[in-house]
């Protein structure tokens, strides 16, 4: 497996790309060298759809752990999750 960092789920895809730039404002250190992700997410008729803001793929579990408590430490919320290859 690799694995993706989960920094948002945000109501459209622009949304989420504004979400990323504030991201590399803010955290321009955490996120060099990394590829950001949009995977957009139908929750139910109820909620509809949400993007999920991810950065990744990251191959060691424990490498992914330790950027999310980095971005944590500097006031970013996030979760690592299993890469969802969209192919």
Known sequence: YSYQI???ALPSRES???EWVRIERRHPDLVQNQNQTIVP???NAEMGKVFRLRTG???KIK???????KFKSA???CFVVK???PS
């Open 83 to 85: 890469f969802e290859n």
């Open 6 to 8: 989960q920094l948002g």
């Open 57 to 59: 793929p990251i191959n």
């Open 75 to 77: 006031g970013q919320d």
């Open 41 to 43: 997410v139908v929750l």
């Open 16 to 18: 989420a790309r504004r």
């Open 63 to 69: 490498t992914a752990r330790s950027l999310c408590r």
